[in-house]
DNA sequence: TCCTTCACGTACTGAAGGTACGTCAGTGTT
DNA sequence: AACACTGACGTACCTTCAGTACGTGAAGGA
């Protein structure tokens, strides 16, 4: 069942589009990048773009769906390297700092992602990556008893939401402490949260 | 001293620029509303918005600086009628995640924000505005020993993506159950970091 | 009354996203 | 092997939109 030189190459063109369109959205930005540029990026025309993605945002979505798969799977090598929940929790959160760190993956997930899909995509998005396993593991420890009985979504949230805008801030800040505090600020908010 | 002529209409034009671009930016999001669908609800032209603003962006970020400001002020005076700053704080951050839950308010200081102006500058104009109550108070809870001793810019921004991540998810969410719930599970979090 | 200034309107430009359609190599069929 | 046909992609064009250059008329000082 060897795949057809159609097919190879069709794959090769699309990507090379969302490569050289990933490399540019993490550069510049969403907005400041034309199709033109990505195209020429490319190798390859308009008309090769808009036969592979309906618009300049369903492009980025691809983009932005390697990445968070990237992501997730960065996070999960790190976590489930950890027999206990709560180590998975903890080594889970502090992977994400700092994988997300990267400006690369900075620029796309958390910057332009929302504002280009919309929260509500870029939060579906999300959840079937890597918020899925936030949630899994802050469901488990709730039903250890290591967290207080409360329900999993606004916790989740709360979590997520301090892990992004940390991440955000210590790509842009310079002092060399960062890093190092907020992860432990981070973890030491969640220790103060047990209750076993 | 009374105001020329010329100044009244100068200033009329401006707040009418800004009062509809800040409508149709806060329904249809920054993207997706045309400077032509601005100048006719404002009941000007092209030439009368770029007199007053240099892009696009400048609009923006003065409709921006009138929200920041009304959501510091909100929060401001609920913040100011406690006399502990513990109860400062807490009702503080009520305060954020009640007001902040306004769609008009959402998309342009939340969504679009970061994405139109970049992190830094909204950081930046965060900081001047209600960021800098936050930061103040923590670190006054920090000086009297309610917190643990630390610095405070790691907490602050893990406190204030929490929030605004919880305000999002307020604004798409429809469980009657997640207003109430996300603030206690936030207020939860803030007691459980306090040592004293 | 004249002149200057300034707030704003008008007309235009360049660029960017998006579309319609042509073209030719790859693929299944007889 | 000859055929028709599909599909991946290129080309040319359209529309829209941010931004600019310049004109204009009223306000205000001398």
Same mark, same amino acid.
């Given at each position: 069942m060897t795949q057809g030189i159609r097919a190879q190459q069709r794959e090769q063109t699309r990507q090379a589009l969302v490569r050289e369109s990933r490399r540019l959205f993490s550069t510049l930005g969403y907005g400041s990048v034309g199709l033109s540029e990505i195209v020429h990026a490319a190798g390859v025309t308009k008309g090769a773009l808009y036969h592979h993605f309906s618009s300049k945002a369903d492009l980025f979505r691809a983009v932005l769906e390697q990445v968070q798969q990237e992501v997730a799977e960065r996070i999960a090598e790190t976590a489930d390297a950890r027999e206990d929940t709560w180590e998975q929790l903890v080594s889970g959160c502090r992977a994400f700092l700092t994988v997300s760190t990267d400006p690369t993956i900075q620029r796309i997930m958390l910057v332009d992602g929302p504002a280009v899909l919309g929260w509500s995509e870029w939060r579906a998005m999300n959840e079937t990556t890597s918020g899925r396993h936030l949630a899994q593991v802050l469901g488990d420890l709730i039903d250890e008893g290591v967290? %207080? %009985?409360?329900?999993v979504e606004p916790l989740t949230h709360l979590l997520s939401g301090a892990m992004n805008e940390a991440a955000l801030w210590l790509a842009t800040s310079?002092?060399?402490r960062n890093p190092d505090d907020v992860q432990d600020a981070l973890v030491s908010m969640l220790e103060s949260l047990r209750v076993v």
């Open positions: 967290f %207080a %009985a409360q329900r310079t002092d060399p």
